[in-house]
T-cell receptor
């Protein structure tokens, strides 16, 4: 069966510090991968999606970046965090374009 | 643009039926899906409509009308555990790009 893991689950970072969130998928190959951000009580904002290694589509041209160094690994990064980067970050994968996304457990980021 | 509209809150009684509507922008539309999210958790997939009509999965049904750019999620025999946020999501760009609505908070009362 397929599983998705992301870490860390919780982190508190000062403004201006770097960020790295990692997500891995097991049990499937060539998945579509996604990073979403959710502010408290709000919807999910699509940040990045990837349909293959090295192929990243950005939806939010802010201080965040994403990379896909391996088929089932997706990394979200920032060189300098802003207060507005606080939120619940969710990694997801899908096999096909049928609308079914499978989400990781989420990473809750607080920037102080 | 690619935006979705859904009500922010709905309240219903245990055992009742509730419908959550969703309207969307048509540009590049591929399909409509629904997700449930409990507080503190990750969203979980409920249903998908790629074609017009009704899809039924147990107590949950979802409907799509592409000509009206409209869909809804129908929850029957409501239970307390159905209290959660429900998101409609639209697939664009061949389905690879999925945009979520702001979510509808469902409160189920005894």
């Amino acid at each position: 069966s397929q599983t998705i893991h992301q870490w860390p689950a919780t982190l508190v970072q000062p403004v201006g510090s770097p960020l790295s969130l990692e997500c891995t998928v097991e049990g499937t190959s060539n998945p579509n991968l996604y990073w979403y951000r959710q502010a408290a009580g709000r919807g999910l904002q699509l940040l990045f999606y990837s349909v293959g290694i090295g192929q990243i589509s950005s939806e939010v041209p802010q201080n965040l970046s994403a990379s896909r160094p391996q088929d089932r690994q997706f990394i979200l990064s920032s060189k300098k965090l802003l207060l507005s980067d606080s939120g619940f970050y969710l990694c997801a994968w899908s096999r096909t374009s049928t609308g079914e996304l499978f989400f990781g457990e989420g990473s809750r980021l607080t920037v102080l | 643009g690619q935006s979705l509209e859904q009500p922010s809150e709905v309240t219903a009684v245990e055992g009742a039926i509730v419908q959550i509507n969703c309207t969307y922008q048509t540009s590049g539309f591929y399909g409509l899906s629904w997700y449930q999210q409990h507080d503190g958790g990750a969203p979980t997939f409920l249903s998908y409509n790629g074609l017009d009509g009704l899809e039924e999965t147990g107590r949950f049904s979802s409907f799509l009308s592409r000509s009206d750019s409209y869909g809804y999620l129908l929850l029957q025999e409501l239970q307390m555990k159905d209290s959660a946020s429900y998101f409609c999501a639209v697939g664009y760009t061949g389905g690879f790009k999925t945009i979520f609505g702001a979510g509808t908070r469902l409160f189920v009362k005894a």
